[in-house]
């Protein structure tokens, strides 16, 4: 029986995540890929799968797929991955009373609990003692080094399925299941585009009329910490409790955003909320902001760098805050409050996109579901 063959554009994250769900239902696949290796928003992150993020029901469960398929990816191809947990930290009562609900709500559900000012300090070296009011510890939470593992999970995917990488080929034009790059063609039975905002060359009125933006975001790199140092889990101020949407279901939510309106209005201004999460050379990641629309300034602000470390020093202290690296990245993100858009646009032509900042999270559940809901019927 002939094999089934599939073409994805884009070898970042959600193209590898469609490869591996065709590949290891036995589809033979080719990628296409307009550089020499994804660097886009799939090697820009923190490296976070971040379930902690996800609302509890069907994101959630989605994360922890992701979070499945990563670990044993990652086991089997000796990829560096740490389970490392994470921990939201409260210096005001208020934002405890919103740790409090959500451990209160999803106890039961997952691997989270309410921790006291002493028991955090000793999940960590790296928390910032003063005025510690607690935190709000979860299990689930793993990190790669993005840089590096999306490359790695290709070449894996190449050796155990045969998958035909294309790398400098970038496809201008899609007409049903072929694809064309200059003058040269290829076809398949099924054509995945899974190239981020990139689709929107191939496809410009439907990305027009789609409820969809670009975010760009700032991050930055420390230097790796001396003597092996290590901070433990990935750690989060305040306001990433009205960043994730996980934290919605806490009742007590809005009248901590109202006070961060109000103490923290130029911070919100930028999207920015503060994490730090550490890679195996003991490098620290720290992020973000955000800033929507459809064309960006290709200039970092040096401001956003300075909110950052200046936020994230009220709940860190490390060992060396050198700033190694600092850069931005751009994806895109549905504006309709939807996790994913996955549209086709014509017969054997589908878009899989607007993932926003959860590729890490979110994208090997999603296109698990999405393949297997589609044709193991």
């Known amino acids: 029986m002939k094999r089934r063959s599939a073409i994805i554009i884009g070898a970042g994250i959600v193209g590898l995540a469609t490869a591996r769900a065709l590949a290891s239902r036995g589809w033979q696949v080719r990628i296409f890929e307009r550089n020499e290796t994804a660097i886009g ?20 469960d989605r994360a922890m797929l992701s979070r499945r398929i990563w670990k044993a990816i990652c086991t089997e191809a000796k990829i560096w991955h740490n389970e490392s947990g994470s921990l939201h ?5 208020d934002e405890m009373q919103v740790l409090e609900e959500y451990a209160q709500e999803n106890g039961t559900r997952r691997d989270c609990s309410v921790l006291t000012a002493n028991q955090a300090m000793q999940k960590s070296d790296a928390i910032n003692p003063a005025n510690l009011i607690g935190g709000l510890w979860s299990g689930e939470e793993m990190i790669i080094e993005s840089r590096v593992a999306v490359q790695q999970v290709a070449a894996y995917l190449q050796q155990k399925y045969g998958i035909e990488f294309h790398f400098n080929t970038a496809i201008a034009q899609v007409e049903g299941n072929r694809v064309f790059s200059g003058k ?38 420390l230097v790796g910490q001396p003597d092996q140092w290590r901070i433990g889990p990935s ?5 990433s409790l009205i960043h994730y949407p996980g934290f919605k279901s806490a009742p007590t939510l809005p009248a901590l955003r109202e006070r961060y309106e109000q103490q923290y209005a130029e911070y919100l201004k930028w999207g ?22 459809l064309t960006h300034d290709p200039f970092d602000k040096a401001f956003i760098y300075d909110m950052i470390l200046s936020y994230l020093k009220t709940f860190t202290r ?58 193991d019927s």
């Open 41 to 60: 928003a799939s090697i820009r992150n923190f490296g976070m799968i971040w379930p902690i993020g996800q609302a509890t029901g069907p994101m959630y």
């Open 272 to 293: 920015i909320h503060v994490m730090v999460s550490q890679n195996g050379e003991g490098e620290l990641t720290v992020g973000d902001s955000h800033e929507y629309g």
């Open 184 to 221: 040269n063609s290829w076809q398949a039975d099924e054509v995945f585009i899974c190239s981020g905002a990139d689709f929107e060359t191939l496809y410009p009125e439907i990305f027009k009329e789609t409820q969809i933006t670009k975010c760009k975001l700032q991050m930055m790199r």
């Open 318 to 375: 490390f060992k060396d805050e050198t700033v190694l690296q600092t850069w931005q990245g751009i994806y895109p993100k549905m504006t309709n409050g939807e996790a994913s858009f996955i549209t086709e646009p014509e017969s054997k032509v589908t878009v899989i996109n607007g993932l926003g900042g959860n590729g890490m999270t979110l994208s090997f559940g999603l296109c698990e579901q999405y393949i297997q809901q589609k044709f």
């Open 89 to 93: 930290l409260a210096y005001h009562q």
């Open 235 to 239: 750690l989060c101020g305040g306001l």
